[in-house]
């Protein structure tokens, strides 16, 4: 259910969540978005460019994070505006525990029109991988 | 060389239409592993007032990654592709993309910057159908890192 706008308020929580990112994850995501940039799947290229590691899709984290707004929204379809900066990688080891990013989000504005924008933070090992990570709902 | 920032402005011919396909939706909320019903059950999505199943807010990425594919080899600018990194994306939407849609996409490059020894090149791609109903402006951001 889509939360009624009298109960939104500059500051309300948007219920965060920790997703996991695995090699195989990024695998799925290549082939399901199109994007086969090796450095998102071969970790002698991502280090012989000066990559740590195999780094996760932009655009996957991005993905992730648009989570924790469309379970808010209830309806997905609310989401009208969502945007990022892309500030640090998130390198991917080759283990089965993978990569964590937490992501949580808080009401920053209030729009005309019962509309509301929600910024997101994202960070992997403790450092912001989204800068300017802002989402509007329609309510 | 630093890409000419009078190439701002300059807009690709759309591409051929894309078919949106109920499968492919499902296939892109698995590999984001989103269990949402309204992006796989017809009866859901129509439960919250959309004609059929509707794709996730980055879905539309799919379409416009691929037709960047214009800007990214026009031999003009002389991009090295192997340089580029994404610096910034935002999607902004009319509707939600739903099965059954058939979309082309206009790609745009809106400016073209230089900075610290990289050029930022930010494109507009606009999603239309091809029954001109505009669905969404997705703009990219990408940044290619200087040599040395």
Known sequence: ?139 | MPIDPSYAGRTYPPTEPYEVGIEKIREFADAIGDPNPAYRDREAAKALGHPDVIAPPTFAFVLTFRASRALVDDPELGIDYSRVVHGEQRFEHTRPIRAGDALTVTVTLETVRSAGGHDMLTSRSDVVTVEGEHVAAVRSTLVVRGEG
Do not use: C
């Not at chain 1, 948007?14 to 990112?21: A, E, H, K, L, Y």
């Not at chain 1, 991917?92 to 929600?118: K, M, N, S, W, Y």
């Open chain 1, 1 to 139: 259910m889509a939360p009624s706008p009298d109960e939104v308020e500059v500051g309300t929580t948007v219920p965060g969540q920790t997703f996991t990112i695995r090699r195989a994850d990024l695998v799925r995501y290549a082939g399901a978005s199109g994007d086969f940039n090796v450095i998102h799947w071969n970790e002698r290229v991502a280090k012989s460019v000066g990559l740590p590691d195999v780094i996760a899709h932009g655009m996957y984290t991005m993905a992730l994070a648009a989570r924790v707004v469309t379970d808010w929204a209830g309806d997905p379809g609310r989401v009208v505006d969502y945007g990022v900066r892309f500030t640090r990688p998130v390198p991917v080891p080759d283990d089965d525990r993978g990569a964590e990013v937490e992501v949580t989000g808080v009401v920053g504005a209030v729009l005309d029109g019962d509309r509301v924008r929600v910024d997101l933070t994202a960070t992997h090992a403790g450092q912001k991988v989204l800068g300017r990570a802002q989402a509007v709902v329609q309510l």
